[in-house]
């Protein structure tokens, strides 16, 4: 019987439990967030559009509905799903339909890792399109456009500007990247990412949700990096994936870590991995000593 035959038989945890579940997550807004919300609402009065971009492993956890909401309420709003290399799409359009009964107008795939445009294309004309139907008024000159891009920390923001201004403008980085949540601090002055017609974005802080409900929807946050890692713990990271790929029956990681079986303890996973690196030490207990003495 092979490693994956032997998953259907497997007994695993129906729900994630954990007494070091740590409560201080929920709290993660640091300073530079409040600021960061309170200039992009300064700024709404010259902005055209917003484009809010997410992690497409998680389209469902992590976005402020309240405060984009608030947003889209008053400008037209594009959802981008970014980093799909890393996401399982095959219910896309089921994500899509579901996204789309919110505040959205439109909901793109993107991936800027790969060397081709992947979706990143379509972001700025389907802007324009609902941008032209707009109300003006504001605008100096109705020949530009401006952008806001937002979204929770670490989603690729700053990826997704400079791959537009590569595609628009055959320009390099405009804006940092990083993969430490919070490099941006603060709303940046204007981009430019299109010459024909003339485009410009707003670049800002990721600003998490001030409080989040469910623990569980923490833990997915964290393993995609938009939460920092200190802050829940790596081990309790890694039970959490675990649990994870049991309950959706992903059992790739039992091949890929050479497991004789799934397992459903992380301890057990971590020592298999550290014996296959030889990163175990022998600690001599009380027993030891008075066996030696």
């Excluded at 802050?231 to 790739?252: E, I, P, Q, R, S």
């Amino acid at each position: 019987m092979t490693r994956l035959s032997l998953c259907q038989f497997a007994q695993f945890r129906e729900k994630f439990v954990s007494d070091r579940v740590k409560t201080n997550f929920a709290s993660w807004f640091p300073g530079h967030m409040y600021k960061g919300m309170l200039q992009m609402q300064a700024k709404l009065a010259v902005v055209d559009c917003i484009v809010e971009i997410h992690d497409a492993r998680i389209p469902f956890s992590g976005r402020n509905p309240k405060f984009y909401s608030m947003l889209s309420a008053i400008k037209p709003h594009i959802l981008v799903l970014n980093k799909t290399d890393l996401a399982d799409l095959t219910q896309k359009e089921k994500i899509k339909k579901h996204l789309l009964k919110e505040s959205v107008k439109e909901v793109l795939f993107t991936d800027c890792k790969s060397s081709s445009k992947t979706g990143v294309e379509k972001i700025l004309p389907t802007a324009i399109e609902l941008m032209k139907d707009g109300d003006f008024h504001n605008r100096l000159n109705r020949n530009s456009f401006s952008l806001m891009v937002i979204g929770v920390p670490n989603i690729g923001k700053s990826s997704v500007i400079n791959k537009l201004r590569n595609i628009h403008l055959k320009q390099g980085k405009a804006t940092s990247v990083g993969a430490v949540p919070g490099i941006t601090k603060s709303v940046l002055e204007k981009i430019k990412i299109s010459e024909n017609p003339l485009v410009y974005l707003y670049d800002t802080p990721g600003i998490m949700t001030p409080s989040i409900d469910s623990f569980e929807v923490g833990l997915k946050l964290a393993l995609c990096r938009t939460l920092n890692d200190s802050l829940v713990g790596l081990d309790l990271m890694a039970d959490y994936l675990l649990f994870w790929l049991n309950k959706h029956k992903k059992f790739k990681y039992v091949n890929y870590l050479e497991l004789n079986e799934p397992l459903d303890d992380i301890r057990m996973v971590l020592l298999h991995i550290a014996k296959q690196f030889n990163k175990v030490q022998k600690i001599k207990t009380a027993e030891d000593f008075q066996d030696a003495g």
